[in-house]
């Protein structure tokens, strides 16, 4: 198994493409550490199930825009296993509106959660991983940090921040042995783009994509898997799309 033993940390780990990335990396061996301020009990069971053992999956309620939140989640982590050899920063929420009607709250909302929440993952695991001169960190960026859309300033500034982010660290990283890489992925079956589907927004999406179909969580899973394998050793600083060609 191509990741056998070693130590995940997935924020936003118990719903949606965070959800897949968790069970495709306790597939194919590791231990996982779910970070979500959403404590479903349904996913953690399944999850649990899917590992060899019961201590491969571990669950810590965590609100990521929170500094010291986080910095106890890891250090627990640590108490428990030593080390963490893989970050996915994951979690992520939307507030969409347009610029006129969006009140500060929302804006700062997103960014918290979306970029501050990355940046303070980074901050707490990044020590561990410098001391063993090992790691990946992977950051779930989208589409929509590269081309925009209407409503979701704060969306689209929040994931293009992860971009700078990704390239920033890559280089700061890259001489201790750690890679830094961003996925965007494009338009993903997740209840996040159900709302699209309820505002019948799903078939003009659709119509744009190359491909015909819309993406699943299972499908990024498999890329953030392989970015956090010895496999991709030799990549950093990239931002890779799974958007079935929609921003080509």
Known sequence: MKLKDEIAVVTGGAQGIGKAICRRFIECGAKVAVFDIVEDTTCIAEL?????????????????????????????????????????????????????????????RVIQINLKGAFNCIKAVSPFMLRRRKGRIINISSIIALRGNAGQSNYAASKAGLIGLTKSLAREFATRGITVNAIAPGFIQTKMTEKLIEKGQAQTLISQIPLGRVGTPEEVASLVTYLASEEASYITGEVIRIDGGLSM
């Open 48 to 108: 649990t199930h899917i590992g060899q053992k019961k201590s491969d999956v571990t669950f810590f309620k965590v609100d990521v825009s929170n500094l010291s939140n986080v910095e106890k989640a890891v250090n627990q982590v640590i108490d428990k296993f030593s080390h963490i050899d893989i970050l996915v920063n994951n979690a992520g929420i939307t507030c969409d509106k347009l610029i006129l009607r969006m009140r500060e709250e929302e804006w700062d």
